[in-house]
């Protein structure tokens, strides 16, 4: 079985993001980047089915400029066999990453998908679902737990209050949740050997696919700042201001 994961390049979970003076984004230069935290974890889930046998290749596929093979070399640290950078400057969207991953289906046809829940940069949580459309393929979103047999993936998903078990046939698209396992602390050995492992380079245009972004950002802010809070001596006092200052009793 084959199994193919989308990763992609985000800002560090650990720094704070800032916005651009001009509000246009996001401030970028000089930005520490990493792989997509739901990403190392889908890639961590792949590695592990293939450790038990259950897998026989993990291809892992990003979707950017040439630093975005940063991350496809993690991921092949990690464990991954080969990776393939689908290359461009342009600003991409959950739409034409969609499309980009269903054109690299077509030509790896592999048997399971697996991307994150979500990029933690756009926080879109699009493409998953848009990919799972596009190749008509079965879904499981949030994944929290996957078994794979008998030509079917069992998937427990997180839902509000609970979970979910799913089972899909194969082919199926399948993202990950924070729960689904813990990546393990990429090793400098692993670092080395993933620098011989093969990486592809392909394009938007070798894929045939038209990535023109269809959003247009009109103006990205901060949230507004909260104000200050106050210390009340007792209950009554709480109460006093709830009623007539918040004016929310
Ligand atoms: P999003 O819909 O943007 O929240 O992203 C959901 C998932 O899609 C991510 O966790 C990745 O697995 C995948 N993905 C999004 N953008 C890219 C990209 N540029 N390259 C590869 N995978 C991506």
């Known amino acids: ?47 592990r089915l293939k450790e038990a ?17 940063e991350v496809l070399r993690t991921a092949l ?21 969609a499309k980009l991953l269903k054109a690299v289906i077509d030509k790896e046809q592999p048997q399971l ?4 829940k979500q990029a933690i940069d756009d926080d ?23 078994t794979v047999a008998e030509g079917r993936a069992v998937v427990a998903r997180e839902v509000d209050g609970g979970e979910e078990t799913l089972s899909l046939s194969l082919p199926a698209v399948v993202t990950t949740d ?6 393990r602390f990429v090793t400098l050995p692993n670092i080395m050997k993933a620098k011989k492992k093969p990486l592809d380079v392909t394009s938007p245009a070798d894929l045939g696919v ?25 209950v009554a006092a709480l109460v006093e201001k709830l009623r007539n200052e918040a004016k929310v009793l």
Request: net charge neutral.
């Open 178 to 183: 924070l729960r689904l396992n813990e990546p």
């Open 113 to 116: 998908v697996l991307l994150g």
């Open 53 to 69: 046998g259950t897998a026989t290749e993990v291809v892992v596929v990003s979707a950017g400029t040439a630093q975005s093979q």
């Open 77 to 97: 640290a990690i464990g991954a066999d080969r990776a393939i950078l689908v290359d461009t400057n342009e600003e991409l969207q959950p739409l034409a990453v």
């Open 124 to 146: 879109s949580n699009q493409t998953g679902q848009m990919l799972a459309a596009l190749a008509g393929l079965p879904q499981a979103t949030y994944a929290a737990k996957i």
């Open 210 to 234: 038209d990535v023109a972004p269809r959003l247009k950002t009109l103006k990205v802010a901060e949230p507004a700042k909260r104000s200050a809070g106050q210390k009340v001596p007792d």
């Open 1 to 47: 079985m084959k199994i193919l994961v989308a990763v992609k390049r985000v800002v560090d979970a650990n720094i704070k993001v800032r916005v651009k003076t001009d509000q246009t984004g996001i401030e970028l230069a000089n930005v520490k980047m990493a792989i997509n935290p739901f990403d190392e974890i889908a890639v961590e889930e792949a590695v």
